[in-house]
């Protein structure tokens, strides 16, 4: 076998490793289909108690309670709870925005105002240089911040992922912002509902697709292992050295 012939079979080996790796480090931040679940029911246990009976403190006490009972099913089965607490907050923040205002579409509006500043995120840090979407998934894959300047192709494809995140976030965000002045309290509910997934999936998937493509992350984590291991060996073998020079003396 050629030279030539090696890199390509190596290549051909490892694409689907690198594929699958991507694939579950996207689940691990991203939360899974079961963190998509747990963000979509306490806004649609809202909107559907806030249409049945227009009633906005049961609406608000019952999609606060979902989310906490979501936490103590995650608390219970040992996992997780990052993105299960984060729910809680969204809804927190929605119920005292309501709450305050007596306006049950501002329980919504909180999490429309996070969606707004994140798509900014995404283009800033993208056009800053440092693409928001690379600071989340480089300790997923355990490359830190290697991609910056040693890793040219994957930053390209975390600076292409970000842009994908901004430009949809920024999408929904033209949908439900003029929905919040001129609908009522359950169509703009219903839509967000409806907004809640087939945007993030898109996302993912694009986001996906972009790094399956991208050159492999350095792991950093196993290059810091490996220099220490060989510090190591260096030093028992200079004492090793230093016990034959002492004996022969």
């Not at 260096?234 to 050295?241: D, I, Q, S, T, V």
Request: include cysteine; hydrophobic fraction near 55%; aromatic fraction near 12%.
């Amino acid at each position: 076998m050629t030279s030539l012939d090696k890199p390509t079979q190596d290549t051909d080996q490892t694409q689907p490793d690198a594929r699958a790796v991507t694939e579950a480090a996207l689940f691990e931040a991203f939360g899974g289909v079961r963190g998509m679940v747990e963000t979509v029911l306490p806004g649609l246990l809202f909107v559907a108690i806030f249409t049945v009976n227009k009633n906005l403190h049961m609406a608000a006490i019952a999609a606060l309670a979902l989310s906490l009972i979501l936490v103590v099913v995650r608390l219970a089965m040992k996992d997780t709870v990052k993105h299960a607490f984060s729910g809680v907050f969204g809804v927190a923040f929605g119920v005292v925005f309501a709450m305050f205002t007596g306006n049950a579409k501002d329980f919504y509006l909180p999490g429309m105002l996070y969606t707004l500043g994140l798509a900014l995120a995404y283009i800033i840090t993208t056009l800053a240089g440092v693409p928001l979407i690379g600071l989340i998934l480089g300790p997923v894959f355990k490359e830190n911040l290697s991609w910056r300047t040693r890793n040219p192709g994957r930053k390209k494809a975390y600076a292409k992922a970000s842009w994908a995140w901004g430009l949809i976030l920024l999408a929904k965000c033209a949908i439900l912002f003029p929905l919040y002045w001129w609908a009522d309290t359950t169509q703009l509910g219903w839509v967000l509902v409806i907004l809640k997934i087939p945007p993030f999936l898109l996302a993912v998937w694009l986001t996906w697709v972009f790094l399956a493509k991208a050159p492999a992350p350095i792991d950093v984590f196993a290059e810091m292992e490996a220099e220490e291991k060989a510090a190591e060996e260096r030093k028992a073998a200079a004492e090793a050295a230093g016990g034959r020079h002492r004996r022969e003396d």
